[in-house]
């Protein structure tokens, strides 16, 4: 980490299909799983943007859908 944090970071996506970034040198955190996509804080954002075309989470689109498990 630099002295203005990460340099690098990482997409990540948890079990309800939200995404976050997280700093690459750090282990992925419990509940969370890689996104596909590292690169510095703007080429991330933009990979979210571009991804994440839904913010509800997984169990509200299901309850809605009437697809919930």
Known sequence: MSDNGP????????????YGLFPAELPTPAGWRP???TGTEEEC?????EHWSDM????LRQALDGSAA
Not at 45 to 49: C, I, L, N, Q
């Open 56 to 59: 509800r989470p997984l169990s």
């Open 45 to 49: 954002v933009a990979y979210v943007d």
């Open 35 to 37: 996104g596909g996509f």
């Open 7 to 18: 340099e690098r970071w990482t997409v990540l996506i948890n079990a309800e299909e939200q």
